[in-house]
């Protein structure tokens, strides 16, 4: 299946294709060209997609916490020749994209922590007054890969690239927002060896969890409570003071604005919020999804100057987006940038505070975090 | 000031003495000996201790966030030859311990993200509509050392000193509870470089917030909600629960039994919780007491064997307690203890889905954990 933009101003093209085990693959083409059919097929003798884990609930919470034992022997940093995210250039030596070229790819994780059509856990667990019983852990894990070069680094992709990757994100999250198991897709991007990362080339994720995630929870219910208060969207009064007050601002746009939260938890923190009222990704306009990309990668850049004497940071990015069912009003599209590194060296771990009680203490002020994000601007 | 233990079956005495700074510093010695009197003065030029942060309110979440921006430039992996928590050998390199021994020592931290007599913040910050002010970072934060010996390991020191250490817990929660500030007492211990403890010398610490915490807060409201359905305690009938079921329970003492949660979040966690009905550690009795320190140093030496091939394990342990003001009877005191390593050379890291949304996966099972646990024991 191949697909144009339709009414989008983005001028590339999808096509969806599958992996031996049945797993779905997308090429997103920066530019419409007929020649790239991206046909090839997967040669390798893959057992079936693995099952996913299972959901259980944490009954001193009421979370649900996701036990996905098939994930402990998931590839872990494998040497550059050995890439499963670079394309097959080598028939003898097949990897996770079957062509021998694309721009942007998007396929089902191998070793997820979310499937579909999963069957329910044999166990019901625990006496059922303590809480619900378990659940399988029915969803979506995608990887979505920036480029076909396993050196790139999407600081330095080009603008056109970039839209392309806005497109996936949008696109991705509107088809996994359909499917009725799904409570919220979360775009996210995991940086760095630092904290774990386990395959350096660029690349970033998509899950589509069958729950509503304990961080989306309390904002709803905090949006919720703001609602009935005032009347007023929480995430919107938020921007709108931020951008007032102008001490934690690290960057207006035409169509989106960047700021320190106020109660920034990490060493280095910034979000990134339009400046109309939107759920999602999907939901954005051919001029905000235009000027995303670049805003994106400015961030980025300012986040890896952030301290003096290295040049990469390790981060952490993520776009909260409403939940895809009820409680759909009281969202806001939004992201949160932000890297757990406080010094070159000096990595903020979570300790007892944070891991035990959840109880964060920042070494640095917000309006400090801010100040350096504005230094280091182009 | 000295104290013998009054009514308790312990043998030690307490001292307390002051820093040159003013903050507190108590002696536990193991039994009480009329010529340990600690009356060596702490000479060094200390500037007057550092003000405390301040708490924000994240409106986003409703939790509370600590900023401590003079934390920054806290002592990091200092060489052996400086550590502060070694006694005063030589008046000519004072340590944080004027004394030129002891068993025992806590003391208040040097760089607290919570600290007594604090001043509000300057600046109430955002729109009040948005959430309350900003409020002085109040409480404290004491260092507990266990051993005058740089190079001991709790999982080695005697049953007398493990009986010491039970008492100071006690006996400092038992105090901070006190201070009318305070809403919870945290026991907890960080250990090993890998999770970013910068002072190897064994030690705990103990912070009284002044705010209940987030997980507390959650358990809370979680407890009364049970409670409201069904009449029972929510603790007592999770322990109740695990010990009929029987898989994930690691070991059965007199006083306490330990089990794995069936919701375990980390590579290695488990939890040990009392018999009986008590809030916190300072509602023990003598027998529970006397119990507690050699099962927390088995349960430690089961860490270490956990992953073969390596003998020191990185851990959190925390006492969660009671509150200390309203919702006393929903708090039932336990243990949660983790790790991070899933295996030799592989932490687990934070990435987007557990820092960036709260939702937790865990790549093994806690029937597994369990397993090996018991597989490990003595």
Not at 186 to 212: C, K, M, R
Request: charged share 25%; aromatic share 8%; hydrophobic share 35%.
């Amino acid at each position: 299946m191949q697909s144009e933009s339709g009414g989008s101003s983005w001028p590339g093209q999808v096509t969806l294709r599958r992996l031996a085990d049945g797993r779905e693959i997308r090429y997103y083409d920066d530019r419409v060209t007929e020649s790239r059919v991206h046909a090839a097929a997967d040669t390798r003798p893959l057992p079936e997609p693995p099952h996913a884990g299972e959901l259980r609930f944490d009954v001193l919470t009421g979370e649900w916490v996701t036990v996905a034992g098939h994930r402990m022997n998931r590839t872990f940093l494998p040497s550059a020749a050995d890439c499963p995210l670079d394309p097959t250039r080598d028939p003898a030596r097949p990897t996770e994209v079957p062509d021998g070229d694309y721009d942007v790819v998007v396929f089902a994780n191998r070793f997820p922590s979310y499937a579909p059509d999963v069957v329910g856990p044999a166990d019901a667990g625990h006496p059922e007054v303590l809480g619900p019983p378990d659940r399988p852990a029915v969803g979506h894990c995608d990887v979505i890969v920036f480029s076909s070069d396993h050196a790139a680094s999407i600081v330095d992709l080009s603008a056109a690239r970039l839209r392309t990757i806005v497109e996936a994100w949008a696109q991705r999250t509107a088809e996994l927002s359909a499917d009725p198991a799904v409570a919220e897709v979360f775009v996210f991007e995991n940086h760095g060896e630092e904290i774990g990362v386990t395959l350096s080339h660029p690349h970033g994720q998509v899950y589509a969890y069958p729950f509503l995630p304990p961080r989306s929870a309390q904002l709803i219910e905090r949006a919720r409570r703001y609602r009935q208060a005032t009347g007023g969207n929480l995430l919107r009064d938020v921007l709108t003071a931020e951008l007032e007050d102008g001490r934690r601002v690290v960057l207006r746009g035409e169509h989106f604005s960047a700021y320190v939260p106020r109660a920034a938890r990490w060493p280095v923190e910034v979000h990134l919020a339009p400046h109309r009222d939107v759920p999602d990704l999907a939901a954005l306009d051919d001029a905000e999804r235009a000027e995303l990309g670049g805003l994106y990668q400015e961030l980025l850049r300012r986040v890896n100057r952030f301290h003096p004497g290295i040049e990469h940071v390790p981060y952490i990015s993520g776009w909260h987006q409403a939940p895809t069912g009820g409680d759909r009003e009281l969202g806001r599209l939004h992201l949160q940038l932000f890297s757990l590194l406080r010094a070159p060296g000096k990595l903020k771990y979570l300790a007892g505070s944070e891991s035990g009680m959840g109880a964060w203490v920042n070494d640095t002020t917000p309006e400090r975090i801010a100040d350096r994000l504005r230094e280091v601007g182009a």
